[in-house]
């Protein structure tokens, strides 16, 4: 019986991605939202905090159980991490050039 897996770079890239693109676009939105109810961008951008923490945390987790699989975890939570801190480094930017910011 094989098993097939990804290369760490490809799983580091893939998980990159998908947060980028879920906290970025989300970022947007919610600033979107709080400029048209008045809520406080400092507030959002807390609670996007907060929610990549929750994100990563089951990778972090697991890393830290030390696990057999927590190379696995690790390169997962490096791509979490990685993605969420260009999103959230990015997003206020696209939000200002858009003019909700």
Known sequence: MYYYTLPDEFVRTQMAVGALVLFGVLRVI??????????RLSTVTRCFIGAAVL?????????????????????????????CALA??????????????
């Not at 959230?88 to 910011?101: D, N, Q, T």
């Open 30 to 39: 919610c600033a979107a939202m709080g400029a048209q109810h008045g809520w």
């Open 88 to 101: 959230l480094f990015c997003a206020p930017i696209v939000s200002h050039r858009l003019g909700y910011e």
């Open 55 to 83: 994100f990563c945390l089951p990778q972090l987790l697991d890393v830290l159980m030390s696990s057999p699989m927590s190379h696995r975890a690790f390169v997962e939570l490096q791509g979490k991490a990685i993605g």
